[in-house]
């Protein structure tokens, strides 16, 4: 098994003792790093000597997998693993033909961390709205603290701006994809992102994904916080709080959650709500080229049983079928999650859309519009490029 390195120890630990007890086999799982994760697939996946039998893949790079063959068909198992009951986006992304040939592993969701104590000191209020998200960061900006701080290439949280406004990264044209960058709706929602960050951002242009939650934290002797508003991943919210030298490792620090100085809300809606902010997590796959096509059906019950979907909340991790995101707690970051997640969106589910990504395209056409560039001219540049890969396979 391919494993993407966010299961935890006593999730692998899990597996590893149930698959044993199923069909007396060993399972073994590599762990890949995101970084190099594609390129290692798509070499790997078809050499059946070295592929791995279940592959655990980005959701946004399913549809270029699912759609040349690397997977098996297990539509046959939909019901069986959980049906209607998974994440419905997530499963779209993973079927061809109306077939299923990747399904939800995990969803992640973003949401908004913020200092109480410098809202507070600014008297100002979560915002019900997207517009007044960014009067309130430019009200807590100044030199040395970020209002709101946001990475200018940092495009998978910058694209909660664009479907908030009603726009697309692409669309589909019968069965061609199109970028969608220069839609009037896309436009108006990427202005209000450059208005934001130009506004209420001290970080770096160049600034991708990124680790927002240190900028946020109270750190000893430090001369004050960088950032009063951050958005991420809800996991995040481990690594937020006050720090301190770590117990059992004194080199490096943890973080202890503190609710009279953090707080936390969903990225809300142009008009109220919710924003539709895009969805992170994975999917699972069985490798169509694998020798042990059964073996790996039998890993596929044991990762969608009611026990491993109930440890995955349990671990902070959205489980795929919606009966069991009561694992997830009740507590504010549980909420936050699921209610972010419930209107969320993921990317266009386009066979080249992985090449879309690997490219660095989306992160030079976020980094110049947060730069201050002509939104409507930037648009137009990048749909070209866009529309070059978008369509391959």
Known sequence: MADGG???????????????????????????????????????????????????????????????????????????????KLLTSFVDVGKVDGKNYALPYYFGSRYVFYRKDLYAAAGVEVPTTLPQLTEIAQKLHNDSTSGFYLGGEDWRNGVSWIFAYGGDLAK????????????????????????????????????ADSTPWVNINTQPEAAGPEAATIIAPG???????????????????????????????????????VAPVFAGGSNIAISASSKNQAGARELMKIIFSKEYQEMLGANGLGPANSDYVSSLGDDQFAKALIESALGSKLTPAAVGWAGVEGSGLLEEFFGKVNAGGDVASLAAEYDKKIDELINKS
Do not use: C
Request: net charge negative.
């Open 235 to 273: 996991w995040a919210h481990w690594s937020i709080g006050d720090l301190a030298p770590d117990p059992k490792d004194d080199t490096k620090q943890v973080a202890t959650w503190n609710d009279e100085v953090f707080g936390a809300y969903v990225l809300p809606g142009v008009d109220g709500g």
């Open 172 to 207: 589909q044209d019968g069965d061609q994809w199109k970028s969608s960058l220069s839609d009037p709706k896309s436009i108006e929602g990427l202005e209000a992102l450059q208005e934001l960050y130009t506004s209420a951002s001290n970080a770096p242009v160049t600034e």
């Open 6 to 84: 966010d299961t935890p120890d006593t999730l692998r630990d899990y597996l590893k003792t149930e698959y044993k007890k199923a069909t007396g086999g060993t399972l073994t799982i590599e762990e890949q790093g995101w970084g190099d994760a594609l390129a290692k697939l798509q070499t790997a996946l078809p050499d059946a000597d070295n592929t791995p039998d279940v592959t655990e893949i980005g959701n946004t790079w399913s549809p270029t997998f699912t759609n040349v063959g690397a997977f098996s068909d297990i539509s046959d198992m939909y019901d069986e693993l959980g049906g209607d």
